[in-house]
């Protein structure tokens, strides 16, 4: 199939019956621990997750560094195994297939990944790199082979007549082209980009941001956007996800999430973003203080706690749920969540 020809059939489909189910991919109550040898606690990276991506829906996933958004990524896309939990693609539970299971999800399933350096093997052209998962699903001749990489080629912005070069050749932003053009080759439904701009320069994110922006309009693509970066996010997701050491501390669409953040680690990452006129921003909003805990030895209660300015001792004992604490569809873990409206950036 053509990139011309999945665009027609994303027009069919999305013509289908309006009772069809939207939701593509669920992760319940999921947990990946990585041990570290007998007598030494294993690392929670993630420790109950539950989230769902719909058709068509961009899903933010932000939180700090080492906070397990990457884990969590890779263990919903079967890339490492959960150590509990359930996964669902497309209402099919996944978590326990095989590697011939999981084949045909593998191809409506694809990852872009952080280091446009590291993810391209130097060995290769940039177009064997993008045709490799056709030729490893056995889909070339059918798809098109090199016609078709050609077209990926000019749909993410690069010249068709540098497919023979190597990846050394190519900078930063068209690498991660090359990325995007690997990850579209078989006609996914579902991409999950793991931090697809840090690594490269502010203006070169933009045109990126741009690219899948207009590639999920064309191709009624799904993504789970994972960024540590809120000011990326904003302009890509429908809904955000905030997770910190492992768990999710809140979640909503994106206008309830930037103006008027519940918990009090979401408050701290947006008063935390740059803005062009430091005069406008919020003195008095306290920031997350101290540095984030291990997840091989999480705080009791309340993970935040040991950083939050309002913990006290309910905070250290009861851990908070994730719940609608206000009934307007945006549940947030804290005791003390509190709408508060953002500084308008």
């Known amino acids: 199939m053509t990139t011309t020809e999945a665009r027609e059939a994303v027009a069919a489909h999305s013509e289908a019956s309006s009772s069809e189910p939207t939701e593509l991919l669920r992760v319940e109550d999921l947990v990946t621990w990585f041990s570290r040898g007998r007598g030494i606690p294993p690392v929670r990276?993630?420790?109950?997750?539950?989230?769902?991506?719909?058709?068509?829906?961009?899903?933010?996933?932000?939180?700090?560094?080492?906070?397990?958004?990457?884990?969590?990524?890779?263990?919903?896309?079967?890339?490492?195994?959960?150590?509990?939990?359930?996964?669902?693609?497309?209402?099919?539970?996944?978590?326990?297939?095989?590697?011939?299971?999981?084949?045909?999800?593998?191809?409506?399933?694809?990852?872009?990944?952080?280091?446009?350096?590291?993810?391209?093997?130097?060995?290769?052209?940039?177009?064997?790199?993008?045709?490799?998962?056709?030729?490893?699903?056995?889909?070339?001749?059918?798809?098109?082979?090199?016609?078709?990489?050609?077209?990926?080629?000019?749909?993410?912005?690069?010249?068709?007549?540098?497919?023979?070069?190597?990846p050394h050749e190519f900078s930063g932003g068209q690498r991660q082209r090359i990325g995007i053009a690997r990850a579209l080759v078989l006609d996914p439904e579902v991409i999950v980009f793991d931090e697809p701009v840090s690594s490269l320069d502010v203006s070169i994110r933009a045109q990126i941001i741009n690219l899948l922006a207009d590639l999920r309009d064309e191709l009624g693509l799904a993504y789970l956007f994972i960024a540590h970066d809120l000011s990326v996010v904003r302009h890509i997701a429908d809904r955000v996800a905030v997770m910190y050491l492992g768990v999710i501390v809140e979640t909503g669409e994106r206008r309830a999430i930037y103006q008027q953040p519940m918990h009090p680690y979401t408050q701290a990452l947006l008063a935390a973003v740059p803005i062009p006129d430091p005069s406008r921003r919020d003195r008095a909003r306290p920031l997350a203080a101290g540095e984030l805990p291990t997840a091989a030895r999480p705080p009791s209660g309340c993970r935040f706690r040991t950083r939050c300015w309002k913990a006290d001792d309910r905070c250290a004992c009861e851990p908070p749920e994730l719940m609608d604490r206000f009934d307007h569809g945006h549940p947030s873990a804290c005791h003390y969540a509190a709408p508060r409206e953002a500084v308008e950036r």
Request: proline fraction near 5%.
């Open 45 to 166: 990276a993630v420790d109950g997750v539950s989230l769902s991506l719909h058709k068509g829906e961009a899903l933010g996933l932000v939180g700090e560094s080492g906070c397990g958004k990457t884990t969590l990524a890779r263990t919903a896309v079967r890339l490492i195994e959960p150590t509990a939990g359930r996964i669902w693609f497309k209402g099919q539970d996944i978590t326990e297939h095989g590697r011939r299971q999981l084949a045909p999800v593998r191809r409506s399933l694809q990852m872009v990944f952080q280091d446009p350096y590291a993810s391209l093997n130097p060995r290769m052209t940039a177009g064997e790199i993008v045709a490799q998962p056709l030729r490893i699903h056995h889909r070339y001749r059918h798809a098109g082979g090199r016609a078709k990489v050609a077209e990926l080629f000019e749909l993410v912005g690069l010249d068709p007549d540098h497919l023979g070069r190597f």
